[in-house]
Each structure stands twice: as C-alpha cells, then as structure tokens.
C-alpha cells in the first residue's frame, strides 16, 4: 500500500505474523476502551476512551508498536531519475528523516495498523468470531 503525507509517498509493507500479534496485544486495551461506543455519540465522546487507554500505555509498549509499525515503512526517493525506497526507521530506531514529525509518524504507524491488523481488530469488534473459535472451557 502507498501512501501521500505531505508531499512524500510512503509504501507500508506487512509486519511478520508475530509482529503482527505482538502489537494486536498492546493495542488491545484501545479496542476495549471503545467498546462503549453507541450510535450518535460525538467525536470527542467517541475518541476520549482511546485517548486515555493510550495515555496509560507504558513508553516501552508505545516505544514497541511504534518501532515495529515503523520498521516497515519506506520513503520514496528519487536520484538522478532512479526511484528507490529508503527505511524510515534507521539504526536503533532512529528517524531517518528530520521533516517526519510526530503528526506524520502516528499516522503512518495507523496505516501500519490498519494494513496489517485491521481485519483483526474489526472482526473482534463486530461479533464473537475468535471467542466462538476458542475451545470451551468446563
């Protein structure tokens, strides 16, 4: 998937499968903080439940689905007519480019979320799909 922000095209590539649960499992407080959602509810109503489950996550797990999410994102670059895409994400999680601020950086890494575990988090929400899977406890 490509992506434009601000001028610069970003391709999200997939996370491994264990990256992929790995941060499902840190987000989840999120998913359970909107679960209270009604019909008609403002945005801000809407939005306050994910801000303050977010606001409690620890900087290792933020650090974590941050990085992970990152790491799979590329920048378009083009020299001498040759067009590559370069890591976002550099050495020791460092930013690789000065014009990435933090508004850019969240919603690349919710495009890292929605294109690998959308689906996920949507089943979840919408019906009992993966409680139904699970084996019956007696």
Do not use: H
Not at 26 to 50: F, N, Q, W, Y
Not at 119 to 128: C, G, K, S
């Amino acid at each position: 998937m490509e992506v434009e922000l601000n001028g610069q095209t970003y391709r999200i590539d997939r996370l491994n499968t264990f990256d992929q649960w790995n941060v499902a499992r840190r987000l989840m407080p999120v998913l359970g903080a909107l679960s209270g959602i009604e019909d008609g509810d403002t945005l801000t109503k809407m939005l306050m439940p994910a801000f303050k489950s977010l606001g409690g996550m620890s900087d290792e797990d933020s650090d974590f689905v941050l990085n992970k999410c990152l790491s799979v994102v590329k920048r378009k670059q083009e020299l001498n007519g040759v067009i590559a895409f370069a890591n976002v994400l550099g050495a020791k999680n460092t930013m690789m480019f000065d014009d990435i601020d933090m508004f850019v950086m969240l919603r690349l890494a919710v495009f890292v979320v929605v294109e690998n575990i959308g689906d996920f988090f949507t089943q979840a929400a919408l019906d009992d799909s993966i409680a139904a899977a699970l084996p019956k406890q007696n």
